[in-house]
């Protein structure tokens, strides 16, 4: 079963504008993940962010985590025409080692 | 290239034939994970295994099993497949101490 729900479920920008993903989850959780997937391949991991973290920065990444209100968000600053992608959360449940995974946003960047 | 291989890249078979997909973990990754990925159920926990035991159990069918050998590579076996079972399965692998789970390229499997 899917844990986390995201939003949008697609988006489109011009490149160089910022692109910002949520995520919503259920349970409690140890961390959250985000992956990017190029149309049908692989799974790339892009950060992590621990339950006691707020924020996390790699790049031009941003991740904010609010535990109170079960949610998540990835922030993309200055997109580029390479960024476009699915990304998905994927929450690590307390507990357990498996990745619960949302349905993915689909970002696509126009230059 | 996160490390982490999967073989093949591609299968194409038929229904009720028997696949098996093949995944070697990054070097030293002791714990290794199957993961579903398709159309109408996204991408689903099947089971993971750690130093060759089982270690959880997702939603994975009965027709499914898996098994992780002494080298750490792991096999997934699919049988009696149906139309429903065409997806992308991944394999990730962890190492230990570290929560990050990196994805192999996954074999796509299409069920005619």
């Known amino acids: 079963s899917q844990q986390g729900e995201e939003d949008p479920q697609a988006l489109s920008i011009q490149e160089g504008e910022n692109a910002t993903m949520n995520c919503s989850y259920k349970t409690s959780i140890n961390n959250l993940q985000w992956y990017r997937q190029n149309s049908g391949r692989g799974l790339v991991h892009l950060i992590l962010i621990r339950s006691n973290e707020r924020e996390k920065h790699s790049g031009r990444l941003r991740v904010t985590l609010d535990t109170s209100k079960k949610s998540s968000s990835l922030l993309i600053t200055a997109s580029r025409a390479a960024d476009t992608a699915s990304y998905f959360c994927?929450?690590?449940?307390?507990?357990?080692?498996?990745?619960?995974f949302g349905a993915g946003t689909i970002l696509r960047v126009k230059s | 290239d996160s490390g982490v291989t999967q073989t093949p890249k591609h299968l194409i078979t038929a229904t009720g034939q028997r696949v098996t997909l093949r995944c070697s973990p990054r070097s030293g990754d002791l714990s290794v994970y199957w993961y579903q990925q398709s159309l109408d159920q996204g991408l689903q926990f099947l089971i993971q295994y750690y130093n060759g035991e089982e270690r959880a159990k997702g939603n994975i069918l009965e027709r499914f099993s898996a098994q992780q050998f002494p080298d750490l590579h792991s096999e997934l076996n699919l049988s009696s497949l149906e139309l429903g079972d065409s997806a992308l399965y991944f394999c990730?692998?962890?190492?230990?101490?570290?929560?990050?789970?990196?994805f192999g390229p996954g074999t796509r499997l299409t069920v005619l």
């Open positions: 990730a692998s962890r190492t230990g101490g570290s929560d990050e789970q990196f």
């Open positions: 994927a929450t690590d449940e307390m507990g357990g080692n498996k990745l619960v």
